[in-house]
Every structure is written in structure tokens, then in C-alpha cells.
Nanobody
Framework: QVQLVESGGGSVQAGGSLRLSCAAS????????MGWFRQAPGKERQFVAA????????YYADFVKDRFAISRDNAKNTLYLQMNSLKPEDTAVYYC???????????????????WGQGTQVTVSS
């Protein structure tokens, strides 16, 4: 089993930055592809970014390219999402997710990630 706990959410003005963290425990973190997803009020949950097990490959949704950066520290069993130039439309609950395996395909499909955190709220005001 994998346990994921997000932190780092909060309220920020447009143009500001936040760094989300996701602490993982349980099955081998360093062997798992990890992802960040988000769900805005009244909308479906959507893919934000993914990172390979080793951290050498990343993939982003078009709407966050050049603003967000996903990274991981396998020694600390922690996943990160650095969010810069935040916009009001980035307001959402952000979730980290683990595939439990190192597969690097179909990254945007939520059903490929069997393990999820409880989410952390990010609110961006204009």
C-alpha cells in the first residue's frame, strides 16, 4: 500500500508562487512514476504534470508549461510541484498520485494511478 500526504497549499495573489510537497510512504517511492492532478470547483479533475521514477523525464499539461515544475527527491520519498506566475484559474485542490510502477505511458489518464493523496487547496486571488 502507498500513502501520500500533500502539503504546501494556501492562498496567494496572482503572479505569486507556491511549492507543493507530497510525502510518500509504503511501497517503493523511487520505483514509481508520480503525477500531480487538480480539480477546480465544479470541474473534472485534470492532469497537471508527471515525473518518471528516476526523475529524468517530466511531462506537463499545456496550460502549466513554463510556469510549473515537477521534481522529486527519492532519498526523502517526496514529490514537489513548484508553481510560479500563478493565475486565478489555477485555483483548485491539487492531488499527488502514484502509479506504483515505473511505466512511462498514458500519463494523463487518472485510472493509471491507483494511489492518491487527500489533496491540498490552492487559491489564487486577482
Amino acid at each position: 500500500q502507498v500513502q501520500l500526504v500533500e502539503s504546501g497549499g494556501g492562498s496567494v495573489q496572482a503572479g505569486g508562487s507556491l511549492r507543493l510537497s507530497c510525502a510518500a510512504s509504503g511501497r517503493t517511492f523511487s520505483g514509481s512514476t508520480m503525477g500531480w492532478f487538480r480539480q477546480a470547483p465544479g470541474k473534472e479533475r485534470q492532469f497537471v504534470a508527471a515525473i518518471s521514477a528516476s526523475g529524468n523525464m517530466t511531462y506537463y499539461a499545456d496550460f502549466v508549461k513554463d510556469r510549473f515544475a515537477i521534481s522529486r527527491d527519492n532519498a526523502k520519498n517526496t514529490l514537489y510541484l513548484q508553481m510560479n506566475s500563478l493565475k486565478p484559474e489555477d485555483t483548485a485542490v491539487y492531488y499527488c498520485a502514484s502509479r506504483g510502477v515505473s511505466f512511462w505511458w498514458d500519463l494523463m489518464r487518472q485510472s493509471r494511478y491507483p494511489y492518491w493523496g487527500q489533496g491540498t487547496q490552492v487559491t489564487v486571488s486577482s
